[in-house]
Every structure is written in structure tokens, then in C-alpha cells.
């Protein structure tokens, strides 16, 4: 069973410049779920789709917006990108996710120059 | 307001010996669900464990072992005879009262880097 799929792994931009990052879930997994994680604070929610509903959302500024598709995957958006933007960011999916059991991808680690 | 702790930021360990990582949160909840977290150098963060809010048995899988007192808010996870592959980042995490409005929303700590050397 193929486990959760983040593109792409690697990225570098500069700033005022935005970024999509992908998610592909576990099949049958209809929940996804991203996290940023950075050295200084760790890793933070972001936001949560459900059948292509956002049905919870971080405490992130409107930058940082995403969507699901009906095949579930997911897509995340940063834009007018900033220095601290630099993170690895993390998908999860899940079947239940007011469970917690999250299944996370390997991130994408974005450096913003 | 909900929080997690890991007081240990790195620990390092001679193989073989045991090792307990501390964890201690923060919740108004009387309905929650903690986890532990390992994250190789690979970067996913691999499922180790879920605990809910009303079962405080204690549990144990092969090496691992994990120990839930609510009196003293704390998720302990123990590595007894540590191996090199061992070696990772772990997290503890909480999630609140399961609902619509808190979904798919971990509260992760700091992070304990454990390495264990040959």
C-alpha cells in the first residue's frame, strides 16, 4: 500500500514569489492534513480537508491557502513568499482525522532566499 | 490553552542501554488523545502509538513501553536496550476532544533527539 506523497521534495524560491506544494494520499484516506515545521517553532498546524472541504484551519495568515481535490489529493499555496516561509512541510492523511492517527508523507522542504 | 512539553531537547545513549523520554501536556479536555512520533532523518513522522484520555494502562510493544499518568499529565516512553536504529527525533503530540471543529489538528512538543551510539 503506497504511503503518503509529497512533490516535490525539494524546492528553493525568493521572495514575493509563491509556491503549490502537493499531497497525494493514502488510497482511501479522504482526510488531509499540512504542518509546517521549522527549528523555531516547531511544527504547526496549518489546515485540514475533508472531502474537499477545509474543515480546520491554523493559525497561519491568509498567504497560506489550499484545496482538495475529489480524488483527495491535496494542494497547498504560499504566496508573496518571506524568509521565514523556509520550512519542511508536511502532509498527513487519514481516514478519521478527529482520531489524530495521521500517516505523514516525507515534506517538502522549501528554502526561501 | 492546550501544550506539550518535552523538557529533553537531546539525549544520547550507549547502545543497549534503556532510555525514557519524558512528555508532559497541557488540556482542559476531559476527552483527548496523545501519540508518540518518531521522525528518522528521513523526514515523515512515523505512528508509534495513541493513547486516549480514559485508558491509563500502561502499554508495551517489543522494545517500547509507554506510561500514562493523568495525576501528573505525562505520557513517558521508555526504549529499553536502545539500538543504533533507535536514533530519531520524537515527538509527543496531543489532540483535542474529538469534533468537527478541531479535526485533523495535532499539538506537537519541541522534540527529544535521541542518539544512540555503538
Known amino acids: 500500500k503506497a504511503g503518503v506523497t509529497q512533490t516535490p521534495r525539494y524546492l528553493i524560491k525568493t521572495r514575493g514569489q509563491q509556491v503549490t506544494l502537493s499531497c497525494s494520499p493514502i488510497s482511501g484516506h479522504r482526510s488531509v492534513s499540512w504542518y509546517q515545521q521549522t527549528p523555531g517553532q516547531g511544527l504547526q498546524f496549518l489546515f485540514e480537508y475533508f472531502s474537499e472541504t477545509q474543515r480546520n484551519k491554523g493559525n497561519f495568515p491568509g498567504r497560506f491557502s489550499g484545496r482538495q481535490f475529489s480524488n483527495s489529493r491535496s494542494e497547498m499555496n504560499v504566496s508573496t513568499l518571506e524568509l521565514g516561509d523556509s520550512a519542511l512541510y508536511l502532509c498527513?492523511?487519514?481516514?478519521?482525522?478527529?482520531?489524530?492517527?495521521?500517516?505523514f508523507g516525507e515534506g517538502s522542504r522549501l528554502t526561501v532566499l | 490553552a492546550q501544550k506539550v512539553t518535552q523538557a529533553q531537547t537531546e539525549i544520547s545513549v550507549v547502545e543497549k542501554e534503556d532510555v525514557t523520554l519524558d512528555c508532559v501536556y497541557e488540556t482542559r479536555d476531559t476527552t483527548y488523545y496523545l501519540f508518540w512520533y518518531k521522525q528518522p532523518p528521513s523526514g515523515e513522522l512515523v505512528f508509534l502509538i495513541r493513547r486516549n484520555s480514559f485508558d491509563e494502562q500502561n502499554e508495551i510493544s517489543g522494545r517500547y513501553s509507554w506510561n500514562f499518568q493523568k495525576s501528573t499529565s505525562s505520557f513517558n516512553f521508555t526504549i529499553t536496550a536502545s539500538q543504533v536504529v533507535d536514533s530519531a527525533v520524537y515527538f509527543c503530540?496531543?489532540?483535542?476532544?474529538?469534533?468537527?471543529?478541531?479535526?485533523?489538528?495535532?499539538?506537537f512538543g519541541q522534540g527529544t533527539t535521541l542518539q544512540v551510539k555503538p
Open positions: 498527513a492523511s487519514s481516514l478519521h482525522s478527529n482520531t489524530g492517527e495521521l500517516f
Open positions: 503530540a496531543l489532540s483535542e476532544a474529538p469534533g468537527s471543529s478541531n479535526t485533523g489538528k495535532l499539538i
